[in-house]
């Protein structure tokens, strides 16, 4: 079956430390895009690849990094620098920028 | 700059009612509109999109929306609501110019038997 997984689903983290969180893709879409979700917010974009070795910021890219080495895959990082990083996060890919298909996310709390 | 308003964080229907959604976005262009729908820790999946077309969308699961650019709405409604309609619904429009999108704060919607 073709589609998004995400991994870990759940991930605990200790003040300070980095945390990688994994997003692989099998549809062949060649853009790729990270988002936060918190409680009562919209999805906001981290960010976003459309090709292989090419990514964007988006609008909330402080304190993450991300790689794009390959198609299928679209690591994120959230670095100590993050300030307030315990949320949920939301990996999607998509064939023409506008829609998005997801995986079912990480949920990251800090400790 | 396109935005988009969600006018309720909360609806609540009884089974078999009806459901309505609404949306407000701002957009000097024609947007393209769409609506997505998420249950409980899981990602988003489209419900439906409108992309200047008929303005009367049909989208999965009995769900539609209509475009009325008078109004500048989006809402989405159904006619009679399941219990596995229980779910947060995203209203999202499309950035002209950056072709990222944009989303709503997301309504949930919760469904009583």
């Known amino acids: 079956d073709g589609g998004i997984t995400q991994s870990p689903k759940y991930l605990f983290r200790k003040e300070g430390q980095n945390v990688t969180l994994s997003c692989e893709q099998n549809?062949?879409?060649?853009?790729m895009y990270w988002y936060r979700q918190d409680p009562g917010q919209g999805l906001r974009l981290i960010y976003y690849?459309?090709?292989?070795?090419?990514?964007q910021k988006g609008d909330i890219a402080e304190g993450y990094s991300v790689s794009r080495e390959k198609k299928e895959s679209f690591p994120l990082t959230v670095t100590s620098a993050q300030k307030n990083p315990t949320a949920f996060y939301l990996c999607?890919?998509?064939?023409?920028?506008?829609?998005?298909?997801f995986g079912e996310g990480s949920r990251l709390t800090v400790l | 700059a396109q935005s988009v308003t969600q006018l309720d964080s909360h609806v609540s229907v009884s089974e078999g009612t009806p459901v309505l959604l609404r949306c407000n976005y701002s957009?000097?262009?024609?947007?393209?509109l769409f609506w997505y729908v998420q249950h409980p820790n899981k990602g988003l999946q489209l419900l439906l999109k409108y992309t200047s077309a008929a303005t009367l969308v049909k989208g999965i699961n009995g769900f539609e929306a209509e475009f009325k650019k008078s109004e500048t709405s989006f809402h989405l409604t159904k006619p009679s609501a399941h219990m596995s309609d229980a779910a947060e619904y995203f209203c999202?429009?499309?950035?002209?110019?950056?072709?990222?999108?944009?989303f709503g704060t997301g309504t949930r919607l919760q469904v009583f038997p």
């Open positions: 999607a890919s998509s064939i023409d920028q506008r829609e998005l298909f």
């Open positions: 690849s459309q090709i292989v070795n090419d990514f």
């Open positions: 549809l062949n879409h060649d853009a």
């Open positions: 957009s000097s262009y024609s947007p393209s």
């Open positions: 999202v429009v499309s950035d002209i110019n950056t072709d990222k999108l944009i």
